[in-house]
């Protein structure tokens, strides 16, 4: 195993991955003080000194969804690892809907049930320092939900921060400039990646167009799965068969 995380207990580390979408399905369809709000952001995202209505509607489709200001939670995938005859095994599971605060407190409950010491417990994910625990701790806020113990970092150094396990950072080695996608370090690290029939660019329009929150989720745990693989071959172990990932 190698030194990046032979400490590691993997039976500790839950892996997660979750899926955005924008807060409504047109930018007309926002409150007035928001489209305004948005404007702001698109001037800021274009770098134009100023936005019609259609161009501002363009960079809502095309970015609130990543904002989570201007955005929600649809799904969260997770994933655990259990040793069965030796082998690891993989478990999946979804949690899906269009109620963003159920949606949160179900996934507080996982956390704060099983995974609520931070010196003991890991949670895992490609960019999840940067995107997927800060969206879900702003979005929490937003619905006046409390924080479950392990996200609540608020006010903490970044060296006092130990239970995030980032597989993006891991592969940086230090370098703060450089970004890859979890498609890209799964290509050269050669970990096999179901063919997909959508992306992340897609999920909005699967949301509000066809409602598919299944298909989503699909997608969702793909993602999880993979990041468990990354984490396998950057600990020089040897990636899961197909037969060790169970869909829950």
Same mark, same amino acid.
């Given at each position: 195993?190698?030194? %990046? ?27 007035e003080?928001f489209?305004?709000? /948005? ?6 995202l ?12 363009? /960079? ?20 655990? %690892? ?5 082998? /690891? ?21 996982? %956390?704060?049930?099983n ?43 970044? /060296?006092?921060?130990?239970?995030? %396990? ?18 890209l ?24 167009e ?9 997608y ?10 990354v ?18």
């Amino acid at each position: 195993m190698s030194t %990046l995380t032979s400490n590691l207990d993997l039976r500790n580390i839950l892996f997660f991955d979750i899926e955005t979408v924008s807060e409504y399905q047109n930018y007309t369809e926002m409150p007035e003080h928001f489209q305004k709000l /948005w404007t702001i952001k698109a001037k800021n995202l274009s770098r134009e000194l100023e936005l019609d209505k259609d161009q501002s509607a363009h /960079w809502y489709n095309s970015k609130a969804g990543i904002f989570a200001e201007f955005s929600k939670v649809v799904c969260i995938s997770m994933g655990y %690892l259990r040793k069965e005859n030796d082998a /690891w095994v993989l478990r999946l599971k979804s949690i899906s809907g269009h109620n963003e605060p159920e949606l949160l407190k179900e996934f507080s409950q996982v %956390l704060d049930k099983n995974y609520d010491h931070a010196d003991k417990s890991l949670i895992c994910g490609h960019n999840i320092k940067e995107f997927d625990v800060p969206f879900l701790c702003r979005r929490m806020v937003k619905h006046n939900l409390p924080l479950p113990a392990i996200l609540d970092v608020a006010g903490k150094k970044p /060296w006092e921060i130990k239970q995030f %396990l980032d597989t993006l950072e891991l592969w940086k080695f230090g370098d703060m400039k450089n970004f890859t996608s979890l498609n890209l370090l799964a290509a050269v690290l050669d970990v096999p990646t179901p063919k997909d029939d959508i992306d992340g660019s897609m999920v909005g329009q699967v949301y509000w167009e066809e409602n598919d929150l299944d298909r989503i989720a699909v997608y969702c745990q793909k993602d999880v799965a993979t990041v468990v693989q990354v984490l396998f071959r950057l600990s020089g172990m040897p990636i899961l068969s197909p037969d060790q990932i169970q869909i829950l």
